[in-house]
């Protein structure tokens, strides 16, 4: 739905198409958003690796955080985009090494083994999620529909995915891309979902091999690898571990800097400037958000955090769910207009961000906190929608090209 768009188009960003449909305000906003959702994920990337790091060689987290931000930004801003696709391609390999011998070792240290683990995870509801028709909890339908939204973001409306499908050669190249994705990504999902019910029921048999407080659960990975793996297979572990997170912090440094140079700097501060003068500005942007993202991190932990992919999935929402519902806005309809899609965008965040601070897990939810991107993308879909209906239609040559709504020309 939105890869002909992109390609047509041909852009460095996703967010000019926004611009062509509705105005520069859209883009700007949408670019924000996307922005705001990559600096604070880049952020937890950098946390999650450190914990490992830090249980590994002793050293504090903080600093754990600036070596792995130094050397992701380091090779990123030297290689620009062909450096992230080639060592992504890489690390991808190791990282599905590592999580196969994870997954094998852990196995062994269950007597019964994957039956064992199977019967347990049902039993302790931690292989598969209840299927009652709750968004208050985390239920088989609240993992659906708040993952439905999640992709949409991630491969429709985010700058990280669209960079890559902007350098395949065709539409159909484009494609295979997405399947490939799609395809790949799905048992890998499964295998580290399956990891981590095989280390809940692990440390159930033995737990006394756990030596870790409970808000440092985080950990639990990164313990099990030091204190439970032959020193050579751990070596791996923890080498696949870092691939992984250098492998996402680098694609989500390098479209970082795109959206920056391209939707804010060329064009409001010097839309005039060469080539190779953009090429130097996006290499000291590169360097410049490498720290900033350090630093946010170091802060995040700080602060202190219960889990770092409960943390990440509900607040991504805050943004992402915004940022679908503004794409779907001028793909699908024709009524849509810039005012009313830049207020209700701005609005739904402001209520999903309301509604975050009335309400705690430990009083109950109202609604689970995983949805948060689902309400932000229906809210700014409704109010901009319902918005747009006061004053005239949009002109048939506004619209051309740029919905997929039927269009009359007048």
Same mark, same amino acid.
């Given at each position: ?8 188009? *041909? ?24 922005? #705001?959702?990559? +600096? ?26 600036l070596i792995i931000g130094v050397v992701a930004t380091i090779y990123t801003g030297l290689g620009g985009m062909s450096a992230v696709i080639w060592t992504d391609a890489v690390q991808f390999v190791i ?13 062994? $240290?269950?007597?019964?083994?994957? @039956? ?8 302790? &509801?931690?292989?598969?999620? #209840? ?8 239920? !088989? ?5 708040? $993952? ?5 973001? *991630? ?28 395809? !790949? ?14 280390? %809940? ?15 440092? %659960? *985080?950990?639990?990975?990164?313990? !099990? ?6 020193? $050579? ?9 870092? /691939?992984?997170?250098? #492998? ?10 795109? /959206?920056? =140079? ?7 501060? &010097? ?42 999935? =509900? %607040?991504? @929402? !805050? ?13 699908? =309809? ?13 609005? #739904? ?17 109202? +609604? &689970?906190? %995983? ?31 740029? =919905? ?7």
């Amino acid at each position: 739905m939105f890869l002909p768009f992109y390609l047509r188009l *041909d852009v460095t960003t996703a967010y000019e198409y926004l611009e062509k449909r509705f105005g520069l305000n859209v883009r700007l906003l949408a670019s924000g958003l996307f922005i #705001s959702k990559r +600096l604070f994920w880049m952020a937890l990337v950098a946390l999650a690796p450190s914990l490992t790091l830090s249980t590994f060689t002793g050293l504090k987290v903080e600093y754990c955080i600036l070596i792995i931000g130094v050397v992701a930004t380091i090779y990123t801003g030297l290689g620009g985009m062909s450096a992230v696709i080639w060592t992504d391609a890489v690390q991808f390999v190791i990282l599905m090494l590592g999580q196969v011998l994870i997954f094998i070792f852990v196995i062994m $240290g269950v007597d019964g083994g994957l @039956g064992e683990i199977w019967r347990m995870g049902l039993a302790e &509801h931690k292989a598969w999620a #209840s299927f009652e028709f709750d968004l208050s909890q985390l239920t !088989f339908w609240t993992m659906l529909i708040a $993952g439905a939204v999640l992709a949409l973001s *991630d491969l429709g409306t985010d700058q990280l995915m669209v960079q890559r499908l902007m350098t395949t050669r065709d539409e159909r190249h484009a494609r295979q891309s997405l399947w490939f994705n799609a395809i !790949f990504k799905f048992p890998a999902m499964v295998l580290l979902l399956g990891i981590g019910v095989a280390l %809940y029921c692990f440390y159930q048999v033995n737990p006394h091999l756990l030596e870790l407080a409970p808000e440092d %659960y *985080d950990k639990i990975l990164p313990y !099990f690898v030091v204190t439970q793996l032959p020193t $050579g297979i751990s070596g791996i572990v923890i080498a696949a571990i870092f /691939a992984a997170a250098m #492998s996402s912090f680098d694609s989500g440094l390098n479209c970082l800097v795109a /959206a920056f =140079t391209v939707d804010w700097y060329k064009r409001l501060i &010097h839309p005039q400037e060469t080539d190779r003068a953009y090429l130097i500005r996006a290499k000291l942007m590169t360097f410049a958000l490498g720290l900033a993202v350090a630093i946010l991190s170091i802060l995040i932990y700080e602060m202190g955090i219960k889990s770092i992919i409960d943390t990440s999935n =509900t %607040y991504l @929402g !805050f943004f992402g769910g915004g940022l679908v519902g503004i794409f779907l806005l001028g793909i699908l =309809t024709r009524r849509a207009k810039a005012l009313p899609t830049v207020l209700a965008a701005i609005l #739904s965040v402001a209520l999903v961000v309301l509604l975050d601070l009335h309400q705690s897990e430990a009083e109950g939810y109202i +609604l &689970h906190p %995983y949805m948060y991107g689902v309400v932000s993308c229906g809210l700014t879909m409704f109010l901009g929608y319902i918005g747009s209906l006061i004053g005239p239609e949009l002109p048939y040559e506004k619209l051309h090209g740029y =919905t997929l709504a039927k269009i009359n020309k007048r």
